[in-house]
């Protein structure tokens, strides 16, 4: 991955976090096969990298995602990752990595874009954005995790509504609901995800992976990440994720930079 002008995405790391930018503005950064290609291939990148301890997912011009490719869809080209068709929309909404990914969400963000969205750990909101899923307006599902993971990040009314009436809801309205954890101008939308990722990348990298790891697989019901993960008994998740922690060196250093009072060096292992 690099950060052409002309890639699709561009893939920078900065201080320890992948930054994905969603590079088609003149399409409102919709999704077509590149774009979910190298989405995909970027996450797979910072997954690998253990200098990556987090990773921002923003888009480039004036919205965050618009979609799917209409136009490329009405050729008749498919829009998948190409190779990955397990990695699902954009690259992103079925493709699980350990590191914490947060979206900063530069502007308009219907549909595919919410979804993008829901399919990130958290939201930094630029007070333009607007959220929602219109597939019920034009006789479609929202199939790409809208009506999978609302309801399992919003109070199932909330849910409901937006699904239903296809109506989208503002910023303020969307950190208010929940949906989303800061709202700032949108001058200010990729710094304030990049201090957000900063401080989760200060941390010991496996503390903040198997934490990550044991909120999805102990949610209530099957997990949306991974259906073997679903109903399992939260305190043998704990105890297996906990052992992985307790006996890794950085389980030893944070305590020793303690009492040393320094800066620990974490080594992700």
């Not at 969205?117 to 930094?124: F, G, Q």
């Not at 073997?228 to 906990?242: H, R």
Request: aromatic content about 6%; overall charge negative.
């Amino acid at each position: 991955m690099s950060d052409s002008s002309a890639d699709p995405v561009r893939y920078q790391v900065r201080d320890g976090i992948a930054v994905l930018t969603l590079n088609r503005p003149e399409a409102m950064n919709s999704v077509n096969a590149a774009l979910a290609t190298a989405v995909g291939e970027a996450l797979e990148q910072a997954s690998t990298d253990p200098a990556v301890r987090a990773v921002v997912l923003t888009g480039n011009g004036r919205a965050f995602c618009a979609g799917a490719d209409l136009k490329a869809i009405a050729r008749g080209e498919s829009i998948a990752a190409d190779g990955h068709p397990e990695w699902g929309f954009a690259g992103i909404v079925q493709h699980w990595i350990d590191k914490p990914v947060i979206a900063a969400v530069n502007g308009f963000a219907m549909g595919g874009g919410t979804e993008l969205v829901l399919a990130c750990d958290l939201v930094v909101a630029a007070d333009t954005a607007v959220f929602g899923l219109p597939e019920v307006k034009r006789g479609l599902i929202a199939g790409a995790g809208g009506v999978v993971r609302l309801q399992r990040q919003l109070p199932l009314k909330r849910a409901l509504e937006l699904a239903l009436t296809g109506d989208g809801i503002e910023a303020a309205v969307a950190l208010d609901w929940g949906l989303v954890n800061r709202v700032v101008p949108a001058e200010a939308v990729l710094e304030t995800a990049l201090e957000l990722a900063r401080k989760i990348a200060a941390n010991a990298p496996l503390s903040v992976q198997y934490s990550k790891q044991m909120m999805y697989r102990t949610q209530t019901g099957p997990s949306d990440w991974n259906p073997a993960w679903g109903s399992e008994e939260p305190w043998a998740v704990n105890g297996e994720l906990g052992l992985k922690v307790f006996t890794s060196a950085d389980a030893m250093e944070g305590p020793r930079a303690f009492a040393e009072k320094r800066e620990p060096n974490w080594q992700g292992k």
